[in-house]
């Protein structure tokens, strides 16, 4: 009887060990697209590198193909370079988007120049700031920022 239990108890600490490990790989997936970017050295960025680089990354993340968006050179602030990517939905009835959402992406060449740039982003209306490869880009972040938008409208 013992013994039962003990390969019962097995049994079920292999399924568990299974479960996790598939969940673990379907994120890892998940998450490939983004960790592929290859962000500029300092020596080869320039501003349009870097807005290559963002619609590159942008490209990664897995939105509804109903999105579309655009990126627009900001400023230079010393060594960072600011970058807006705005986002809609249109539709066919609705081609001009009652309201948009933007994220930031900031790009610092300082450093030496055999290194990656450094880059960061935040959505809008939120105070957390991103780093590529960390943080997996979730699409619901651009439609909070829609639907808060339309909400106070």
Same mark, same amino acid.
């Given at each position: 009887?013992?013994? %039962?239990? +003990?390969?019962?108890?097995?049994?079920?600490?292999? *399924? /568990?060990?299974?479960? /996790?490990? $598939?969940? !673990?790989?379907?994120?890892?997936?998940?998450? *490939?697209?983004?960790?592929?970017?290859?962000?500029?050295?300092? %020596?080869?960025?320039?501003?349009?590198?870097? *807005? /290559?680089a963002v619609e590159t990354y942008i490209e990664s993340?897995?939105?509804? *193909?109903?999105?579309?968006?655009?990126?627009?050179? $900001?400023?230079?602030? @010393?060594? /960072?370079?600011?970058?807006?990517?705005?986002?809609?939905?249109?539709?066919?009835?609705?081609? &001009?988007?009652? +309201?948009?959402?933007?994220?930031?992406?900031?790009?610092?060449? =300082?450093?030496?120049?055999?290194?990656?740039?450094?880059?960061?982003?935040?959505?809008?209306?939120?105070?957390? &700031?991103?780093?590529? @490869?960390? =943080? !997996?880009?979730? =699409?619901?972040?651009?439609?909070?920022?829609?639907?808060?938008?339309? +909400?106070? +409208?």
């Open positions: 009887d013992q013994q %039962n239990m +003990a390969t019962d108890y097995r049994d079920d600490a292999r *399924e /568990l060990v299974q479960s /996790l490990l $598939l969940s !673990v790989i379907q994120k890892a997936i998940v998450e *490939e697209g983004e960790n592929q970017t290859q962000w500029p050295s300092i %020596n080869e960025f320039n501003q349009k590198s870097g *807005e /290559l993340w897995r939105l509804d *193909e109903s999105w579309r968006y655009c990126i627009d050179y $900001l400023n230079k602030d @010393g060594h /960072l370079y600011c970058y807006r990517a705005t986002f809609s939905q249109p539709t066919r009835r609705k081609p &001009v988007p009652r +309201a948009t959402a933007s994220i930031y992406f900031y790009l610092s060449d =300082e450093g030496n120049n055999d290194q990656k740039v450094t880059v960061y982003y935040i959505v809008e209306g939120h105070r957390v &700031v991103l780093r590529p @490869g960390r =943080e !997996v880009f979730q =699409e619901i972040w651009l439609k909070n920022v829609i639907s808060h938008k339309l +909400a106070i +409208a």
